[in-house]
């Protein structure tokens, strides 16, 4: 007696060819799902960097043009609308500056009383705080999109 082999496998029933790659397709698409929102994540962290670093740099600006600043050609002294145009025209690679506000309050030191800039609170010695906040478009696929505002403050001692 002789087994034929080839039909007894032809009519296996529960045959499993090609679940493999629906297994594969299930898989991948949840791998690469993952990978996505990861690298969206990673987006949102390099712009909270960006954030904090525009925060700086307009500290940075309104701390050397201060009411006893000279040398500069324009901004001299510094106003609220001449920092944010600063830290907009940065050209921080990836951030949007539409979506950046920078908002800049002078303070006299050490009481530390808000003021307006004028010859009593933008003088050497007092304080310039700078504020950038940030809107970041967050969205994953299939998932909500949101919008993150990261926000970072930076105070530093007028100069000059």
Known sequence: MTLNLTSARRHVPGSERGSASVEFAATASVLFLTLIGLMKICLAIYSYHYVSEAA???ARFAMVRGSACSGFTSACPAAAADVQTYVRNVGYPGIVSSNMT????WAAYPTGSPCTPSSTCNNPGNLATVKASYSFPLSIP???TRTLTMTSTSEMVISQ
């Open 142 to 144: 299939w998932g909500p």
């Open 56 to 58: 700086r740099e307009g």
């Open 102 to 105: 920078v908002t800049t309050t």
